[in-house]
Structures are given as C-alpha cells and as structure tokens.
C-alpha cells in the first residue's frame, strides 16, 4: 500500500501529506478498490522505471537497497529513496529509451550509414521483439507475478527483452529460455501464451522444439507451504471441465490434481484434496495448440492454505523464497524437457 502512494504523487500529496509516514491507509485501500484499481494504476513496488533506477544509479545498486544484486532489490526503499531523495538530487527514475533515428540528410552529411535504431536495443530496457526469439531446443516459462518470476530470472541468467509488449519478457543468456510474466488468471495465462509464442517462433515452426513450463504458487488443504508437485490433471471449475498432462513432463517431482480457481475464497467451496491455482487449465487449453503435451509441465509451489481469501502480494518476498527453494527440482524438469526436445529432433532427422 505505501508503494501505491509513492508511485502517484497526487495520492501521496492527497492522502499522506507528502509524508508516507502519515498516510490514512484505509482512504488509500478504499481509493484503490474504487478508483486505482478501475483506472489501471499501479499498486505494487516493482516496476520497469524503479528497476531501472536501481540499475542506473552504483550507489543504489550496491548499496544496502540492493546488496549487488538487482533481483535481491528492497523496492519499497528504492521508491522511498526516489521520493523523499532522488527527485530532488535530479536523478532520473524512468528508463532510457534510444533517440529517433537522425535525418537522412544530417546522415549524409557526415557520410555516415543509415542504421535503424530498433536495431540498436540490447536485451534490456527498450527492446525489440527479435530479442526474445528462442532457439531450439528452448523453453518458455509461463509465470504470473514479478515474486515467483524474479528468481527464475536470476537463475536462469536472463535479462530483460521485451519491455513495451503486452507482456514483460525475459530470455536467458544462452537464448533457451525466455520467460513470460504473464499476471494472474486464466484470461491473461491464455493470451500470454498466444502471445508469446508469436515472439518467440514468428515463423510458427518449431511445434515439438520448444517446451512451456507453468511455474508458480497455488494453494492446499494438506501440504505444507514449500511443497512443489506436478499437475497431471487438472480440473476448471468455470468450464467444470478435467484435462490431463503428460506425466514424462514432470517425471521426478511429486504429482497432484489441480483445481483452476477465479479467485482463492473458491478453494474452500471444492471437495476434492488438490493443488489450487488460477491458470494451470488455460495453460492447457491453449499450450496444446502450440506444443505437444509431453512437452507442457505445470509444476506449482504451495504457498497458502485452501480457507484463504486473498492471493498473496506479487511482490511478497515470502513467495520469491518459495519459489528459489524449488529452484532445483524446477532446473532438473527443464533439463529433463530440453533432452526429451532433443531426442525428438534426432528422430525427426533420422525419419
């Protein structure tokens, strides 16, 4: 909620009197639920702009705010850094982006060569789609929130590569992975993966070379918090409807049903001893489209009880830890997906 004031000045003026010490927190949640939520302002801390202020400024980055590690970022600070000191040192929060091209006479006059400045963009900030382009094999990661998205980011050694698209993309140092930040639910799971596999396929033919993981938190009525388990079926209970995975997907980690939810207070109205999320089934529906179902994993981390009525915060560090627990059962299955994409390509050159 403090970032929320932060990050708006009319909310912080207006609600905290310029001071997120003193603000009527209430008035904020309420403004939020009727008003911030409605108009697509941003709530949490993490954001494109404050990671870049982070980046740009040494003192921040090695400082405490940080430690050395981008990933590893108190945001919450970094706004309270930006407001009640950067701003007023001049410093810039938003990220860069390349200048327009220079006019072709002032190119010719210095004899220089045309260059298109799309083509100037690193795999950070800023850049195009063609940096989010996979090669086989490879594999995309499906993940919902900044949290359970930001560890598999420092493990896999991914930056940054698509920005101002419908989706926040990753793609790792080798090119094998790309990770998608996809937001809750199964609308957004189902348009990210339609999305994304435009990107990073544009020439649509690598069906069979490229594996999808659906990564990311869920509830439970009898695990305990930090339980990793594959789904090999799963059930809608908006189409009240069961698919099944291929179980060579998450061989090697515990299995479970999973029960696709709209909204956590729904987890406690079905009886059936699950694993509970909200885009496993759109996951499905749509990854078989693109991807045969040996090669669609969802593998979930328990994070909360099935009586809960809210999802925890997309940026709560509890969830990060989570995730980077599993962060070795989670490597060993994308191992294990990558040589099953290999054999196929070795059938496939023999045949």
Known sequence: MSCYALRNPDLLA????????????????KHWAEIGSVKGREFGCFSSSVKCYAERYNDLRQGALCGGDIWKCDWHG???????????EGR??????????????????????????????????????????????????????????????????ASECLQDGLFRMYRSLDQQHVLVETGRGRTRA?????????IVDPTSVKKGRIGWMN???????????????????????NLETY??????????????????????SEMAKVDLDAVFDTEAAAFFELGRMVAPTEL?????????????????????L?????????????HTLSRRMLNTIKVREEMEDQS
């Not at 900044?146 to 598999?152: D, N, W």
């Not at 997907?249 to 956590?264: D, I």
Request: glycine share 10%; net charge neutral; with cysteine.
């Open 14 to 29: 207006g609600f905290c009197g310029g001071d997120p010490d003193k603000c009527q927190w209430e008035a904020l949640l």
């Open 78 to 88: 970094i706004w309270l850094h930006w407001v009640m000191a950067g701003k007023r």
């Open 92 to 157: 810039t929060m938003e990220c860069l982006t390349l200048p327009a091209a220079p006019p072709p006479a002032l190119v010719a006059a210095l004899g220089a060569p045309l260059v298109d400045a799309g083509a100037l963009g690193s795999p950070g900030a800023g850049a195009g789609a063609s940096h989010c382009r996979i090669t086989t094999p490879g594999i995309v990661w499906m993940v919902a929130t900044p949290a359970e998205i930001s560890p598999l980011v420092r493990n896999l050694n």
């Open 190 to 198: 189902a348009a990210a993966i339609a999305y994304s596999s435009i």
């Open 215 to 237: 990564v990311g938190i869920a509830g439970s009525k009898t695990l305990p918090a930090g339980s990793v388990r594959g789904l090999l079926t799963v059930y809608d209970v």
């Open 243 to 264: 698919s099944s995975f291929s179980g060579r997907a998450v061989e090697g980690v515990q299995t479970a049903l999973g029960v696709s939810v709209t909204r956590p």
């Open 296 to 316: 669609l994993a969802a593998v979930k981390v328990v994070a909360i009880k099935a009586e809960a009525t809210t999802w925890p915060s997309p940026t709560d």
């Open 318 to 330: 509890a969830v990060e830890g989570l995730i980077e627990a599993a962060w070795p059962k989670l």
